[in-house]
């Protein structure tokens, strides 16, 4: 008697991705709209951005290390990488294969601060958008922006990068032109600052907002790359909320702007703050100040624009 076979399955290689952090160069906050601040913000994806690896056969396991590998990041179903590849499972398991997806282990390389405001977690969302939707041989541009909606505003603009305005939520993107590089350095506090604590504290100082805007001359600065323009004109309407917090923020920009950085910039809802400096040499001067300044806790150097999240290395 003859024992039929049964096709062995191979299971595909791991799958390396890269995705950015980002920075709100400027923050316009509106009215709440449908539960939500509605936002017109322009954002710079960083050069300084997170690596995930997935890896199918797996136990479903979240590997968290890298710099920022603390406690705060969650091992379980809640983390929103896992989040955003059951999103993406959801959305094609009517017509496509996706058994793959179902046991990834998922190592997460944390190189962006918890809860700074430079959009780590949303980072590990986009990148594994990407990494999933290359196991699964692709997938409708269309759709991978939903799941990234689903799981957060920022996703969007990560999964895209460079530098754009995002208005509703921040997930309605237009794309920006910039001349050259624009030289960064990114205070961290030693303290997180929950994103709803913010806009709790920002309603309640601002009981009727102005509706929310992008200055023009935002624009014509990043178009020019002139950094000096745009130090004019860009601002974060959550500045004063956040510093209600932590009053530190204001001390240390106040040391940013002492030690020549062109604009002191909160980081979405911070507690991170950007300082844009002139050139390299500037912000190697700006990063070895702030790193001795009381309040901050590493001061790290980056640049944007930067791509967004991509495949670095997957066969
Ligand atoms: P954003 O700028 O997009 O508002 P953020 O940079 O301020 O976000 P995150 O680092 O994304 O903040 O994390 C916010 C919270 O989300 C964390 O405190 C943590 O509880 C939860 N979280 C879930 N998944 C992740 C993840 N992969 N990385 C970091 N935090 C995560």
């Known amino acids: 008697m003859t024992v039929p076979l049964r096709p062995r399955m191979t299971i595909p290689a791991p799958v390396k991705?890269?995705?950015?952090?980002k920075i709100n160069i400027h923050l316009g906050v509106g009215a709440v709209d449908d539960g939500f601040h509605e936002l017109a913000t322009v954002f710079q994806a960083l050069n300084l951005g997170e690596t995930l690896t997935l890896i199918p056969g797996g136990t479903r396991t979240i590997i968290i290390q890298g710099r920022y590998a603390d406690a705060a990041v969650p091992r379980d179903e809640s983390n929103v990488a896992r989040r955003a590849v059951d999103l993406l499972i959801t959305?094609?398991?009517d017509d496509r294969d996706v058994a793959v997806l179902r046991d990834l282990d998922i190592v997460i390389d944390k190189q962006v601060p918890v809860a700074g405001g430079m959009g780590g977690g949303s980072a590990d969302a986009a990148a594994a958008l990407v990494g999933a939707a290359h196991l699964v041989g692709g997938v409708d541009e269309a759709i991978l922006h939903e799941c990234a909606v689903a799981v957060g505003a920022d996703v969007a603009f990560l999964l895209r990068g460079g530098t754009a305005i995002g208005h509703g939520r921040g997930e309605k993107l237009s794309?920006?032109?910039t001349r050259g590089t624009f030289h960064w350095v990114m205070?961290?506090?030693a303290s997180p600052l929950p994103t709803p604590d913010?806009?709790?504290r920002f309603d309640e100082l601002n009981p009727d907002p102005a509706p929310a805007t992008v200055p023009?001359?935002?624009?014509t600065a990043l178009a020019a790359g002139e950094p000096d323009t745009l130090a004019e004109s860009a601002a974060n309407d959550l500045t004063?909320?956040?510093?209600?917090?932590m009053p530190e923020i204001a001390e240390v920009m106040e040391a940013g702007r002492d030690a020549g950085a062109l604009l002191p910039l909160l980081s979405g809802s911070g507690p991170t703050i950007g300082f844009l400096a002139r050139d390299a040499h500037h912000a190697l001067d700006l990063a070895v100040l702030l790193q001795a300044t009381r309040g901050v806790n590493e001061a790290l150097r980056t640049t944007g624009p930067a791509p967004g999240a991509h495949i670095v290395d997957g066969s």
């Not at 004063?240 to 917090?245: G, P, T």
């Open 240 to 245: 004063e909320a956040a510093v209600s917090f």
């Open 17 to 21: 991705v890269w995705a950015p952090g």
């Open 198 to 200: 913010v806009y709790a």
């Open 216 to 219: 023009d001359r935002v624009l």
């Open 187 to 189: 205070a961290t506090s």
């Open 91 to 93: 959305a094609l398991e």
């Open 175 to 177: 794309p920006v032109l």
